[in-house]
């Protein structure tokens, strides 16, 4: 309770100003369009925001998926040059661009089955390939 | 329209609901923001914020009677008040005491008209019109305002002390005309 009477005048007849305020020079339409003008900025901002962080979003899961997706490329790369044809008259070296090995298939090559890898993902640049190869 | 149907339908995020509020109190919030913030632009833009604020988060409020709206209102531009000063402007606090406890004359405020009141307040530098509108009219004590404007209570006092100080001297000086 505050004990200075002049205090609580000027509480008193300012709190009631301020409740029945009624200053004709104030245009409370003009404000209040203002206000949804405002609030629609707000909300076009935030739909902005939204977007630029769900295209980083996208950008990182690439970056991502492309980290992930290389080291199992290298391996298989690597697995490979161990099984490197010793018959070199009809050796083909190829690299590979899938490690999908249920799309591999060794029936074209010679000797069959002496290194697995898709026919389709074959890049082959030894130019005495047999003709069973090429004629497929 | 009741003021408990209308935050009901405000809270339902009706239109016309808002606007009914908002012709209600936007005036008296006006005439509040103007006591901390002089510049009327800058007063309205800061009720526009507080207006923003409410409605955005009228899901919390709880009407409890006559004065809710108001009082609730009331703290929001408050504090919409102090962001907009912290951000625009330096103001700067005297921390010293000041010895002196002045009483003001009961009797000249009782006479004297509320708008030349407010005018009388709205001429006190920056930092006394800022603690003697917390702690004479929105009625918060001296920790509270220390905490709200990061100084010691003994600072807040002391503005206080020599708002109202200020406040006597203009009445002495017969600058305010009753």
């Not at chain 1, 697995?79 to 070296?93: K, N, Q, R």
């Amino acid at each position: 309770m505050r004990t200075d009477r002049a205090e609580e005048i000027i509480r008193q007849k300012i709190t009631a100003l301020e409740t029945t305020e009624d200053d004709t020079s104030v245009d409370t339409g003009k404000l209040w369009e203002a206000l949804h003008r405002q609030s629609n900025k707000n909300i076009s901002r935030k739909k902005q925001f939204a977007f630029y962080w769900a295209a980083a979003a996208i950008v990182l899961i690439i970056i991502a998926i492309g980290f992930l997706l290389l080291p199992a490329q290298v391996n298989y790369n690597d697995t490979l040059a161990t099984t490197e044809p010793t018959d070199t008259s009809a050796a083909i070296f190829c690299t590979i661009e899938t490690t999908n090995e249920e799309a591999f298939s060794s029936e074209y090559l010679d000797p069959p089955g002496m290194y697995a890898m898709p026919a389709d993902a074959m890049i082959c640049y030894n130019t005495n390939i047999p003709d069973t190869i090429l004629s497929d | 329209m009741s003021e408990a149907s209308i935050i009901a339908n405000c809270k339902k995020g009706d239109r016309i609901a808002q606007k009914t509020l908002f012709d209600a109190y936007a005036k008296g919030m006006l005439l509040l923001c103007r006591r901390y913030v002089r510049d009327k632009e800058d007063a309205e833009e800061v009720l526009l914020n507080g207006f923003q604020k409410f409605f955005a988060t009228i899901e919390r409020f709880e009407y409890s009677g006559d004065n809710s709206i108001g009082g609730w209102l009331k703290k929001i531009m408050v504090n919409e008040c102090f962001m907009f000063l912290r951000k625009n402007r330096n103001i700067t606090f005297v921390e010293e005491e000041f010895a002196e406890n002045i009483t003001l004359d009961e009797e000249v405020f009782e006479k004297m008209n509320a708008g030349i009141i407010l005018q009388l307040i709205n001429a006190l530098p920056d930092g006394y019109r800022m603690v003697f509108n917390l702690y004479v009219i929105e009625g918060y004590n001296h920790r509270e305002i220390a905490t709200l404007l990061n100084i010691s209570e003994g600072g807040s006092k002391s503005q206080l002390n020599r708002a109202k100080a200020f406040l006597q001297k203009r009445l002495v000086n017969k600058q305010i005309v009753l």
